[in-house]
């Protein structure tokens, strides 16, 4: 640390020559080049990066030898200190200045890092740090990029390395490492030169450590030549040195485990035996028969990253070699067996180097399409271990992409066993049945894997260039999916392509569930234009065409579920309907009824049973639809007694909705949202009985639990386990322990009294519980008895056993119909966002609040029971509030059902009142503010000015009573409605209305604000309680801040109302400071509150309101308020209670006193001792020689306090008389007044004051009047002059005249100094405080004077 002072010597010029301004600019910029060196070290990066660049720039803009000395020794010995971390941000400090002032000579650098860091005179302790010092000094000369270019300072930096490269202890491979960076960027002549000095011709040596061998390498690779005349001719991959090889690669391996990266010797060696046509040497026998043979995690993982990087540099043969190897299946098995920590750190590594291989060889089709064969036919019993959906596949060209669906379409149809690089994991060998590895079950799992890879393809498709690829997937899918093969024919390429294994269950209902997540691919990710094919159809439509042209050749192919005629007949008369809506392509309506049709006719070949009942009803519909005058349709269907078409169309899309499908989920949104505009009450009602819970929980039978032919167990049951069986490899015994011990304690929960008595009586009739009463019964049982009474107990146990299963077999059906039921619910309310969304204005809006509050109300008493009430809650309250609440459109024909809104108004504001919960009684609140906005909004319709009332909440009601007769909202009962919920708010005690709720009323409604602000009055000061009294002064607070309520009254009314309210808050404070609750407290403070805000008002407007009775009120508790504040009473609010007194105070035109801060080292205590009584904080004056304020003598206390009282009776009339004051000019005046001549301001005449500290008490005094008495008080500070307080204590006055007497006595000339520097300053003051500085020299020459 003594180095610090260095800087501050070296200046240009010296502290007695520079002026003042210049020494404090020098010491600023000494002290910012100080703290660079501090953030160099520091961990953050970018924090250091900023501190170098500005150290540079101060040392390019400032240049100084002294501050460039002193840097670089700052830097220097930086390198060596014992933050390890701190090193290299020093190094790389050092050598970005050395790269900027290129001047620098490098040698001597190097030789103050040697000195200051000697090795021969370094101590046991230093010699770490000291070792450390000297191979980042020689990084830092490296890093700078001049030391390449400097011949003597690469020499002795190499000599330096060499020297360094013996502690191997400490610096373990870091000297021979940065060597060969080094070496690598020097000349060949230069390599040459130093060769000799750094490598020995020893190949023990050379062996001996990875960075030797890269050493090695690179010198083979740069100057071959030297380096056989030095070390001779060497074969790297004899047999001798292949057991070297492996141990420098495991030692390789290690020192890169967290780096997660190649070491650069492997790849280098990989090179080399390419280069040297020993790649099967080097693979076979370093890699897979002896690095492999025991591997440990970081070896295996460097194989697998040489792996990656080897596959640009290899040959197809070679390629081939690699990924039919004992390494790619360790590979494999290393990928099913990792648990999903070291599974995630493992597939993207590798799926980044075929990316880059895949990339690079964007034109040669060929290799791209053997790499991804060659991927694919790594097996773990059939299974491929690569991940099906592989965002590799992007980088396949248009050739490589059809070559290699057209290799897994064979592989599908015709599956090569003997191609698979198949292998088992060491579990599935010791735990799987040798039954299970046949033939059948891996064809079974290589085409799942095939058909979820085909269809997973299409997603990195792009339609322009790949359609061929599409339609070729996806006419694949379908016909395997529902058709099968009579005669192959021509016309139907499809019909040639036959299976070597025969295509059982399991796989169709594979390819089925696949076909259908391919047509929701199809819709979602080619929704725009590329959706349409050539000819302009959508890809539905053309599959659609598929299977009718697959139907009409029934002598070529056959469906594998036959239709029916009548099925037939509706899969016709939809193909004819999917024509006539054709013509009409251009609506949205007729494109979105054709998607559904295309999607519910493709379901036929799925479940054609019901989907033939669908399809007829769904025709029906469109074409009723379709006519040109759909209310006559209406009618007549009315007189036939048919249902509307559009409830016909609610059933089926209900019907489709509870498909487990996304894509059907999407199609029923988008046709409910072009046929809503025409939906009937009825149809509404069949939305609503779904998703009511209070209707929904008693219907069993509503719900039909049915497993999903997609997700149903196979038929080899047992491959489904086996694929997720290695990765449970790591579960103990224990495991298997708990769960035998937790299901006996769920049997023991299930054992019932009848069970029990069932026991007994078998336990008795076998004789097996014993004679109570004879002795002779002691005898054992018989083999007989015993053999009975097994076989009962037995039986008696599996009968209970079975009724076990049973009931926990019941249980788990009910628990799934109850999420299949919420699921259900959760899509049917996808119809009720739509109608809101895209239908606002429907009356039958107005029947969805009190069904969506149901809800909101279930789910909130059932709230964390499940994830899926939680999502039922949030999307209900998602559409209540946003969809519907703040819509900006609404109903308007309103009018026959008015008197049913404000009854259901009436009703939503009664139940809010009777909630249990105060945040369900909000959505019932809101849900009765949107009928009082409907029914207001309405009298937007017979404005002719164009105003615009339906969206706006915020619009004052009609004043008049031609618009409020004409509008619907009756205001009279609205106001009674609101009137008994805010006397429940205000009376209960437990009451879940909350003030937010009536402030949002109040805002977007005043008038009924205006009909409700008795009430609120009456409760400030009425016999309440003070929760609710303080409840009732908040909600007065806020609204009559409101400038909407203002609108509402007329000025006499208003004046009027503030005036009756002022003469409430003057009752209430009479007992202001006496609180003893908290409840009391509370009002006291939401009383002051409103009493500010009265206040407010009343300056603002300048109200003619009589304020002397508030102010005689509150300055009478003001000092019960100060006791209680030092008493600490309330003291978590006690110091808000206080600011709040002093605003209303100030408005009032009396200033708050300022408070005198005592601090606790002013006052010795009796305890401390007289030296610690004599420490001072340095850089302060003491105590002893400030000099005190003096009062003048003339004033007394008594005088004061009542020229203050009068000024305070005279002052607090003002405010009645505001409107006839003059207003102010803006103009600032400076006036001379003396303090024994009254003063007047704004016509008021305010009592004798002797100084001119004493505070305008009125509330309507000029802002120019107040700031020149602000000033004023400044200044007499300045003179010495403490401002008083108009009723401040008097006990506080004689303490300070004392201690100022004891001053002056004490040392008469201690304010000498100063005289001349305060003459100076009040020279230029006004003459009023002139005055008062003649005064005081008069006193003090009194004092003085014997």
């Known amino acids: 640390m003594a180095e610090m002072k260095s800087p501050t010597k070296a200046e240009p010029a010296t502290p007695a020559e520079a002026p003042q301004g210049d020494r404090r600019n020098l010491l600023e910029h000494s002290r910012e080049f100080l703290d660079f060196f501090w953030d160099i070290a520091k961990p953050e990066q970018e924090t250091r990066l900023q501190a170098t660049e500005k150290l540079l720039e101060y040392l390019r803009t400032r240049p100084s030898d002294s501050e460039m000395k002193y840097a670089l020794k700052r830097l220097i010995t930086g390198l060596g200190v014992g933050r390890e971390a701190a090193r290299p941000c020093y190094s790389l400090a050092l050598a970005q200045l050395l790269q900027s002032f290129e001047d620098i000579p490098l040698c001597d650098i190097l030789s103050q890092i040697q000195e200051k860091y000697s090795l021969q005179a370094v101590s046991k302790a230093m010699m770490r740090p000291t070792l450390f010092a000297n191979l980042f000094g020689v990084l830092a000369l490296f890093q700078s990029g001049r030391l390449v270019k400097d011949k003597e300072a690469l020499m002795e930096s190499v000599r330096l390395l060499k020297i360094l490269s013996h502690y191997h202890n400490h610096l373990q491979g870091q000297p021979i490492k940065a060597l060969v960076d080094i070496l690598s960027e020097v000349s060949e002549s230069m390599f040459q030169e130093i060769l000799p000095k750094v490598l020995k011709g020893n190949m023990s040596v050379i062996l001996s450590s990875p960075q030797y061998l890269e050493l090695f390498l690179l010198a083979q690779q740069r100057v071959p030549t030297t380096l056989e005349s030095l070390v001779g001719s060497v074969d790297l991959f004899s047999e001798d040195n292949i057991p070297s090889l492996v141990n420098i690669l495991k030692v390789a391996a290690n020192s890169v485990k967290k780096e997660h990266k190649l070491p650069a010797v492997a790849l280098d060696l990989l090179r080399l035996a390419l280069k040297e046509n020993?790649?099967?040497?080097?693979?076979?026998?370093?890699?897979?028969?002896?690095?492999?043979?025991?591997?440990?995690?970081?070896?295996?993982?460097?194989?697998?990253?040489?792996?990656?990087?080897?596959?640009?540099?290899?040959?197809?043969?070679?390629?081939?070699?690699v990924m039919r190897g004992d390494l790619i299946?360790?590979?494999?098995?290393?990928?099913?067996?990792s648990k999903p920590p070291n599974l995630i750190k493992l597939i993207p590594e590798i799926s980044t180097y075929v990316g880059t291989f895949l990339e690079g060889c964007q034109d040669d089709p060929k290799r791209q399409f053997t790499m991804m064969v060659a991927f694919t036919t790594i097996t773990n019993q059939g299974l491929p271990v690569m991940p099906t959906f592989w965002h590799v596949t992007r980088f396949l060209n248009t050739e490589a992409l059809q070559s290699y669906v057209a290799w897994l379409r064979d592989m599908f149809l015709q599956p090569d066993l003997d191609s698979l690089v198949d292998f088992s994991t060491a579990n599935q060998k010791r735990d799987q049945d040798a039954s299970l590895n046949v033939p059948e079950r891996i064809v079974f799992r290589l085409r799942k894997w095939i058909i979820h890879r085909l269809v997973s393809l299409v997603d990195h498709l792009h339609l322009e260039k790949d359609d061929s690829v599409v339609e070729l997937i996806a006419r694949f899918c379908l016909f395997h999916a529902f058709f099968k093969t009579k005669k192959a024919t021509p016309q139907i390429p499809e019909t040639k392509q036959h299976f070597s294994f025969p295509l059982d269950d399991g796989n169709r209902g594979v390819i089925i569930s696949a076909f259908f997540s391919l047509l929701q691919t199809l819709s979602v990710k080619f929704r725009k234009t590329p959706d349409l094919a050539e000819n302009g159809k959508p890809w539905t439509y053309r599959l659609a065409?598929?299977?009718?042209?697959?139907?009409?050749?029934?002598?070529?192919?056959?469906s594998v579920t036959p239709l029916t005629t009548q099925q037939r007949q509706a899969w016709d008369q939809m193909m004819s309907t999917l024509k006539e809506l054709e013509t009409l392509s251009t609506e949205a309506r007729a494109i979105a009824f054709q998607h559904l049709l295309?999607?519910?006719?493709?379901?036929?070949?799925?479940?054609?049973?019901?989907?033939?009942?669908?399809?007829g009803d769904i025709q029906t519909c469109i074409k009723k639809s379709m006519e040109q005058n759909p209310r006559r349709s209406r009618s007549k269907a009315k007189a036939s007694q048919e249902p509307v078409w559009v409830e016909v169309m609610v059933e089926i899309l209900l019907s489709l909705l509870a498909q487990p499908s996304n894509l059907m989920r999407q199609v029923v949104r988008s046709v409910f949202g072009h046929i809503c505009s025409h939906l009937t009450p009825r149809g509404l009602q069949l939305i609503l009985a779904v998703i009511n819970p209070d209707t929904n929980e008693d219907e069993d039978d509503s719900v039909v639990v049915t497993d999903d032919p997609d997700k149903k167990q196979l038929k080899h049951g047992e491959d489904e386990d086996s694929d997720s069986e290695d990765n449970k490899n790591s579960e103990s015994d224990m495991d298997s322990e708990d769960g035998e011990e937790s299901e006996e304690e769920d049997r023991d929960k299930d054992v019932d009294p009848g069970f029990r008595q069932q026991l007994m009586e078998v336990l008795q009739a076998g004789n097996a519980l014993g004679g109570m009463d004879d002795d002779d019964e002691e005898e054992e049982l018989g083999d007989e008895a015993m053999m009975a009474l097994d076989q009962n107990l037995a039986s008696l146990f599996a009968e209970q056993k079975m009724r076990i299963k049973a009931r926990h077999k019941e249980k788990n059906k009910l628990q799934k119909e109850k999420q299949l039921r919420r699921d259900f619910q959760i899509r049917a309310l996808d119809l009720i966002e739509v109608l809101?969304?895209?239908?606002?204005?429907?009356?039958?809006?107005?029947?969805?609040?009190?069904?969506?509050?149901?809800?909101?109300?279930?789910?909130?008493?059932?709230?964390?029971?499940?994830?899926?009430?939680?999502?039922?809650?949030?999307?209900t309250a998602r559409i209540f509030m946003h969809h519907l609440c703040r819509a900006r459109h609404y109903c308007h024909a309103v009018g026959p059902c008015a008197e049913a809104l404000h009854a259901q108004v009436e009703r939503l504001v009664q139940q809010a009142g009777s909630q249990a919960d105060s945040s369900v009684a909000l959505y019932y609140f809101n849900a009765s503010l949107y009928l009082l906005r409907v029914l207001k909004g309405n009298t937007a319709k017979r404005y002719q000015d164009g105003q615009k009332f339906e969206g706006a909440d915020t619009d004052p009601e009609p004043k008049d009573s031609e618009d409020q007769t004409a509008s619907c909202l009756d205001l009279d009962f609205v106001t009674r409605v609101y009137l008994a919920s805010l006397e429940s708010l205000l009376t209960k005690r437990n009451s879940p209305l909350r003030i937010p709720m009536f402030l949002n009323l109040f805002s977007r409604y005043p008038m009924i604000c205006k009909n409700l602000l008795p009430i609120l009055v009456q409760h400030v000061a009425g016999p309440s309680r003070p929760r609710h009294q303080a409840q009732a002064c908040l909600l007065l607070q806020k609204t009559l801040s409101a400038r909407e309520l203002r609108v509402c009254f007329e000025d006499p009314e208003w004046e009027q109302l503030i005036t009756q309210l002022l003469g409430k808050a003057t009752q209430i404070l009479q007992t202001l400071g006496e609180a003893q609750s908290k409840g009391e407290h509370q009002r006291e403070l939401s009383m002051l509150e409103l009493l500010n805000t009265l206040l407010r008002t009343?300056?603002?407007?300048?109200?003619?309101?009589?304020?002397?009775?508030?102010?005689?009120?509150?300055?009478?508790?003001?000092?019960?308020?100060?006791?209680?504040?030092q008493q600490g009473n309330h003291s978590s609010g006690s110091n808000r209670l206080y600011d709040l007194y002093w605003q209303a105070m100030k408005m009032l035109g009396v200033q708050r006193p300022k408070s005198e801060k005592k601090n606790a080292k002013d006052i010795p205590s009796d305890n401390q001792s007289p030296i610690s009584t004599k420490r001072k904080k340095k850089g302060f004056l003491p105590e002893t020689k400030k000099r005190k304020k003096l009062k003048s003598e003339g004033t007394t206390p008594e005088k004061n306090a009542a020229s203050q009282q009068d000024a305070v009776t005279e002052g607090a009339m003002p405010a009645a008389t505001g409107k006839d004051q003059p207003p102010s000019t803006g103009k600032k005046k400076r006036k001379r007044a003396k303090a024994s001549t009254p003063s007047q301001m704004n016509g008021i005449t305010v009592a004798k004051s002797p100084a001119p500290n004493n505070p305008t008490l009125s509330p309507s005094t000029p802002a120019k009047t107040l700031k020149l008495q602000k000033k004023k008080e400044k200044l007499s500070q300045v003179n010495g002059a403490t401002p008083v307080s108009p009723i401040e204590p008097e006990s506080k006055k004689p303490?300070?005249?004392a201690l100022s007497t004891k001053v002056i006595r004490k040392s008469p000339h201690s304010a000498l100094p100063k005289r001349r520097a305060r003459l100076s300053l009040l020279s230029r003051s006004p003459s009023l405080l002139q005055s008062g500085v003649k005064r005081r020299k008069v006193v003090r020459r009194r004092a003085q004077t014997p």
């Not at 065409?545 to 056959?558: E, G, P, Y």
């Not at 499940?866 to 949030?874: I, Y």
């Not at 109200?1103 to 009478?1116: E, F, R, W």
């Open 545 to 558: 065409q598929f299977a009718n042209m697959l139907l009409n050749h029934n002598r070529n192919v056959t």
């Open 329 to 337: 299946r360790h590979f494999g098995e290393n990928i099913v067996t």
């Open 598 to 615: 295309l999607l519910v006719g493709l379901h036929i070949f799925k479940s054609p049973a019901e989907s033939c009942d669908v399809l």
């Open 1098 to 1125: 009343v300056n603002h407007e300048k109200l003619s309101v009589d304020l002397t009775a508030l102010l005689g009120v509150l300055q009478s508790k003001q000092q019960k308020l100060q006791q209680s504040l």
């Open 278 to 321: 020993k790649f099967e040497l080097f693979w076979k026998v370093v890699l897979e028969e002896r690095l492999l043979k025991n591997p440990y995690r970081t070896s295996s993982y460097m194989c697998f990253r040489l792996l990656g990087a080897s596959l640009p540099l290899l040959s197809e043969e070679q390629l081939q070699l």
């Open 1295 to 1297: 303490p300070q005249k």
């Open 836 to 875: 809101v969304t895209k239908q606002p204005e429907h009356p039958l809006i107005l029947e969805l609040l009190e069904p969506l509050l149901s809800i909101i109300r279930h789910s909130m008493r059932s709230r964390g029971s499940s994830k899926q009430e939680q999502d039922l809650l949030h999307k």
